[in-house]
T-cell receptor, first 112, second 115 residues
Framework: ETGVTQSPTHLIKTRGQQVTLRCSSQSGHNTVSWYQQALGQGPQFIFQ???????GRGNFPPRFSGLQFPNYSSELNVNALELDDSALYLCASSRGQNYGYTFGSGTRLTVV | DAKTTQPNSMESNEEEPVHLPCNHS???????IHWYRQLPSQGPEYVIHGLTSNVNNRMASLAIAEDRKSSTLILHRATLRDAAVYYC????????????????FGQGTILTVHP
């Protein structure tokens, strides 16, 4: 098993810019979730995709959007970046409801 | 979402057992109890989950109170690699989860393991 891989590992963007973060799910996993983790806090759920459809969303504004592709890889897009968007963004995949989630190591986004 | 209460931090010595408590008094009857941990500079890692009965796997044991309002994660012999933040997460469904697979992480317990 290759696990969940995320790219890039680190990223610096300017306020107002747009960013795309990428995630390759673990083989055989059809569900992917994205989380935002601020420094010193637990991860916060952004949204989840199952078979290319969004099937759950946390308390994040519409400028946070995502995609899941037929090969179950995924993207997180954030428009109009704000300073408070600086955080670790985590991707997690699962085989389904009765299985645990496998997390990637995250992308550290800094907005200046 | 059920609210959870965990100690902010705990310490242990290497090769000693560790008991990490979690209170979840508002848990619903169908919520499973999930535990994840996060090692420094890594994403969270699934540890164990259960509903009513005590559970064991290669990583840990989970002891669930009869009234399900609390649970305890047991590491039988702590190693330095077990130093991490441990999260207790009540939720719907099996190992994955809560409604829509949403895992609601709290502050967790920071476990320090001394050599």
């Amino acid at each position: 098993e290759t696990g969940v891989t995320q790219s890039p590992t680190h990223l610096i963007k300017t306020r107002g810019q747009q960013v795309t973060l990428r995630c390759s799910s673990q083989s055989g996993h059809n569900t992917v979730s994205w989380y935002q983790q601020a420094l010193g806090q637990g991860p916060q759920f952004i949204f989840q995709y199952y078979r290319e459809e969004e099937n759950g969303r946390g308390n994040f504004p519409p400028r946070f959007s995502g995609l899941q592709f037929p090969n179950y890889s995924s993207e997180l897009n954030v428009n109009a970046l704000e300073l408070d968007d600086s955080a670790l963004y985590l991707c997690a995949s699962s085989r389904g409801q009765n299985y645990g989630y496998t997390f990637g190591s995250g992308t550290r986004l800094t907005v200046v | 979402d059920a609210k959870t209460t965990q100690p902010n931090s705990m310490e242990s010595n290497e090769e000693e057992p560790v008991h990490l408590p979690c209170n979840h008094s508002t848990i619903s009857g169908t919520d499973y109890i999930h535990w994840y941990r996060q090692l420094p500079s890594q994403g969270p890692e699934y540890v164990i989950h259960g509903l009513t009965s005590n559970v064991n796997n290669r990583m840990a044991s989970l002891a669930i109170a009869e009234d399900r309002k609390s649970s305890t994660l047991i590491l039988h012999r702590a190693t330095l690699r077990d130093a991490a933040v441990y999260y207790c997460i009540p939720g719907v469904g099996g190992a994955g989860g809560t409604s829509y697979g949403k895992l609601t992480f709290g502050q967790g317990t920071i476990l320090t393991v001394h050599p």
